[in-house]
């Protein structure tokens, strides 16, 4: 998890003095989507939309960023900047819990390394990229590691937790 934090944190180091990326002191956000998912938190917090604007109101990314700025003396434009950097990095825990299941920590240590910086995973959830990709593989990895678990345990209690992840799964 560290480790996909610091690599995505890099990209601040690098960006810090450039004024280009900032808008009214704060970093901006990068993609079309991260503004989609900003509207339903902005008006989340505001208590309201009107109908028929197409906001994600209560959608589980705006949500998440709601709690955050209602919680936590944070600005929106902050959390949802770098929220990719918190929530990201997540990935290693399923990756990590399924090895596990396999009785193959080491070979799950490094596909958790892997996995936090992969290419294609790292750009579609670098800072500023507020979208819920990094939620969606999360989510997706934590329903495989139940689904594995309920097999290998017979318990029930793993019977409900992937329903669990599925609702939340988008």
């Given at each position: 998890?560290?480790?996909?934090?610091?690599?995505?944190?890099?990209?601040?180091?690098?960006?810090?003095d450039m004024p280009e990326f900032y808008f009214n002191g704060e970093f901006m956000l990068t993609t079309n989507d991260a503004y989609y998912y900003?509207?339903?938190?902005?008006?989340?917090?505001?208590?309201?939309?009107?109908?028929?604007?197409?906001?994600?109101?209560?959608?589980?990314?705006?949500?998440?960023?709601?709690?955050?700025?209602?919680?936590?003396?944070?600005?929106?434009?902050?959390?949802?900047?770098?929220?990719?950097?918190?929530?990201?990095?997540?990935?290693?825990?399923?990756?990590?819990?399924?090895?596990?299941?396999?009785?193959?920590?080491?070979?799950?240590?490094?596909?958790?390394?892997?996995?936090?910086?992969?290419?294609?995973?790292?750009?579609?959830?670098?800072?500023?990229?507020?979208?819920?990709?990094?939620?969606?593989?999360?989510?997706?990895l934590f329903i495989i590691y139940l689904l594995i678990r309920l097999l290998n345990t017979n318990e029930q209690k793993f019977i409900v937790l992937?329903?669990?992840?599925?609702?939340?799964?988008?």
């Open positions: 998890y560290l480790f996909g934090f610091a690599a995505r944190m890099l990209w601040v180091l690098w960006a810090k900003a509207e339903g938190a902005r008006d989340m917090l505001a208590g309201f939309h009107q109908q028929n604007d197409s906001s994600p109101f209560n959608h589980p990314i705006s949500t998440i960023v709601f709690y955050i700025c209602k919680i936590l003396p944070f600005k929106i434009e902050s959390v949802m900047f770098y929220m990719s950097a918190l929530l990201a990095p997540l990935i290693a825990l399923p990756v990590i819990l399924i090895s596990n299941e396999f009785k193959a920590l080491k070979a799950g240590a490094v596909a958790a390394f892997m996995s936090v910086i992969l290419p294609g995973y790292l750009v579609r959830t670098s800072l500023g990229y507020f979208d819920s990709d990094m939620l969606n593989v999360t989510f997706a992937p329903g669990f992840f599925v609702s939340l799964y988008l």
